[in-house]
Structures are given as C-alpha cells and as structure tokens.
C-alpha cells in the first residue's frame, strides 16, 4: 500500500480548497497517510479525514499519548527519540524523519517561512520522493521545476531573510562592511522574537543594494 508523509505549517487555521482537492484524491485511491500530532497543518489534516470517515492514517508522535489525536480509530505510532535531548525541535526532527523516510510521497503545505516544512521539502528531495508542495503566499501548487533545492532555498530566504554572513557570502563583501551599509536601510531589517530576545535578519533585496552600493564606496 502507497504512502503519503502530509506536513505543513503550525500556523494554519484552514485547509485550503487545492489541498482539500489532493486529500480527497489520496481517500479515493486509499493512500495510506502519516500525520503527525502538532496544531496547525497536523491538526486539520485528522480533523478533514476523521469528517470525511477515512481512517487509514497514522499519527506519529514522540509521546506515549500524541498531543492531538482527532479520532480514536486513527492508529498511533511511538517514535523513540532521546528524551535528553534538550531541543524540542531536534526530538521533532526525528519523527518528521521517520515519516519521511517511511512514504512514497511527501506532501506539504508551506507558508515558506516554517523550518521544519523546508526541511522535510529538502529530505524529500534528498531522497528521490515524490513531492508536493503547496505553497501559501502564492495559494498555488509548486510546479514540478521548481522542486529543486535552489528554488526552495530562494523561497525560504525570501520570507526568512539572511544573516550578514549570508549577506557576505552572496555579495562577496566583508562583514565589516556589510555591517556598515546595512545600517542605512533599516526598513529592510527582518525582527523576530524568540524567548524574549529579539535576532535580526535582513531581507534578500539587500544583495543587489549592497552590491550597487559597494562600487560607489
């Protein structure tokens, strides 16, 4: 029986109609689904099946009882990680691996900005499954050309941002300098906060400034 690995972003609320369209296409042809237990894209995934009374789907989960679970006659696989490790996302990882390494096809729903969705689109691509990405800013499918890493790796910098040793490294620039010119274009810094503390990337456009900037200086 064929399976489909389904992740996606935690910080959806809804199904959108083309995803609705690819679920309703793996009941028809009785794919066997693996899920896993996180909000988000996890969440309505059990909760579009359970409605529609497909139950050939496994939740995995790294805890003895999975943190959502839609319907009891879902069927539940533990997935033994190290409990010392400190991370939450490196336990994570190791479920989404499992999941990935034990389908024939990856789905995912990706707002481009999620870290764990690109990393399963990568290890998709890394292992000759077949894929399908569901990209939100644009509410389109991915063509087939553009799952490759490159393009992926765009996308996610693209919503993400980079890191000034990203900026050097594409701009062929020193950090001392990239320091200095990417003060002036404070609009395009990219804030996120996390456990308090606020960390700084900077938006893709800052490449070809910087570049232009660099031959008057």
């Known amino acids: 029986?064929?399976?489909?690995?389904?992740?996606?972003?935690?910080?959806?609320?809804?199904?959108?109609k083309i995803v609705e369209k690819s679920l309703k296409t793996i009941q028809e042809k009785n794919i066997k689904v693996l899920v896993g237990d996180a909000k988000g894209i996890d969440s309505l995934i059990q909760d579009y099946f359970s409605n529609n009374k497909y139950f050939n789907l496994n939740i995995c989960s790294i805890y003895q009882t999975p943190r959502n679970r839609k319907n009891n006659n879902f069927k539940t696989i533990l997935i033994e990680v190290d409990m010392d490790i400190k991370s939450e996302r490196k336990k994570q990882e190791k479920k989404d691996e499992y999941m990935s390494l034990n389908s024939d096809y990856s789905f995912v729903v990706w707002d481009g900005k999620s870290k764990g969705s690109?990393?399963?689109?990568?290890?998709?691509?890394?292992?000759?499954?077949?894929?399908?990405?569901?990209?939100?800013?644009?509410?389109?499918?991915?063509?087939?050309?553009?799952?490759?890493?490159?393009?992926?790796?765009?996308?996610?910098?693209?919503?993400?941002?980079?890191?000034?040793?990203?900026?050097?490294?594409?701009?062929?620039?020193?950090?001392?300098?990239?320091?200095?010119?990417?003060?002036?274009?404070?609009?395009?810094?990219?804030?996120?906060?996390?456990?308090?503390?606020?960390?700084?990337?900077?938006?893709?456009?800052?490449?070809?400034?910087?570049?232009?900037?660099?031959?008057?200086?």
């Open 118 to 217: 690109f990393n399963n689109i990568q290890r998709a691509l890394e292992n000759d499954k077949l894929l399908k990405v569901y990209y939100t800013k644009d509410d389109r499918l991915l063509e087939e050309n553009e799952l490759n890493r490159n393009t992926i790796n765009k996308i996610y910098e693209k919503n993400n941002g980079l890191t000034l040793r990203e900026l050097a490294k594409y701009t062929n620039l020193s950090l001392s300098i990239i320091k200095e010119h990417v003060k002036k274009h404070k609009e395009l810094y990219i804030a996120s906060t996390f456990r308090g503390k606020t960390n700084y990337k900077y938006d893709v456009r800052l490449i070809d400034i910087l570049k232009q900037e660099s031959l008057f200086s």
């Open 1 to 16: 029986m064929k399976k489909v690995f389904i992740s996606g972003s935690i910080n959806l609320n809804t199904l959108p």
